[in-house]
């Protein structure tokens, strides 16, 4: 399968001698053409160093990250941060412009591809709003139209959902692999919501506390599309048992046999 992230063997410390923080150990992560793989691990283990060396903001201290191949990773990347970082001065449509006129595109034909990209993302008619006119949830349909109209088609999503409500957070769920099936882009994603990276994903990374390694890689095999009633079948539990004994090793007890629902 073609690569288009390749991270081989990165790890990454800060600091010297005793004041010396190692972030990650010798990760190995890879993502395919139009794959959904998803980083699940604690919180503070390395994830976004890992996010900030892929898009090339970072470089390792050993190992590699490729793009497509190449090492030259400034660029290639749509980066979607934890928040949506809207300028609450700029109108929706000015906002999901932004990346496009940066890297170029005239203003009039930024906003003409930003009213596109805003109608196929349910936010038709709202790009003359302001950030604080609208929903959470708006909001980051918003930002994740812009990450998707100015990154090409390498995605890295930084727990996008975090601070939505549940319910919010499943719609955007599924109203994301809606989007990603009829795209053609590649995704890279970060969470802690152990349902969430196995609904979404062809592929689980789950790391370890910091240094973060990867200790256990889920290759998911659930028919497509996944509605949220998936989570309460025998194989989605089978999966998830798996990823919270490594994210809890510990705690063994933790997740009973029995719990896991009969087929």
Request: hydrophobic residues 40%; glycine residues 8%; contains cysteine.
């Amino acid at each position: 399968m073609e690569e288009r992230i390749s991270v081989n063997n990165v790890s990454k410390g800060f600091g010297e001698g005793e004041a010396r923080v190692d972030v990650l150990d010798g990760v190995d992560v890879r993502v395919g053409r139009h794959n959904f793989v998803s980083l699940l691990g604690p919180s503070g283990c390395g994830k976004s160093t890992l996010f900030n060396i892929i898009s090339g903001l970072m470089e390792p201290t050993e190992g590699e990250a490729l793009v497509d191949g190449s090492d030259d990773r400034l660029g290639t990347c749509g980066y979607m941060q934890q928040k949506d970082l809207l300028m609450p001065w700029k109108k929706i449509v000015d906002n999901v412009a932004l990346g496009l006129m940066v890297k170029g595109t005239p203003r009039s034909e930024a906003r003409r591809q930003a009213d596109d990209i805003l109608e196929r993302f349910g936010l038709g008619g709202f790009g003359h709003r302001y950030a604080s006119e609208i929903s959470g949830g708006m909001r980051q349909r918003a930002a994740l139209a812009r990450t998707f109209l100015a990154g090409d088609d390498v995605l890295l999503l930084d727990e996008p959902f975090g601070a939505l409500d549940s319910l919010t957070r499943l719609q955007m769920q599924s109203w994301l692999l809606d989007v990603w099936q009829e795209s053609a882009a590649s995704i890279l994603f970060i969470t802690h919501d152990v349902d969430e990276a196995i609904r979404l994903s062809d592929r689980v990374y789950v790391l370890s506390e910091r240094p973060a390694r990867v200790v256990l890689t889920l290759e998911i095999d659930l028919p497509r599309p996944r509605p949220y009633e998936m989570v309460m079948t025998r194989e989605f539990a089978e999966y998830k048992a798996q990823a919270i004994r490594y994210l809890h090793p510990d705690e063994p007890a933790l997740i009973d046999e029995e719990v896991i629902p009969d087929a």
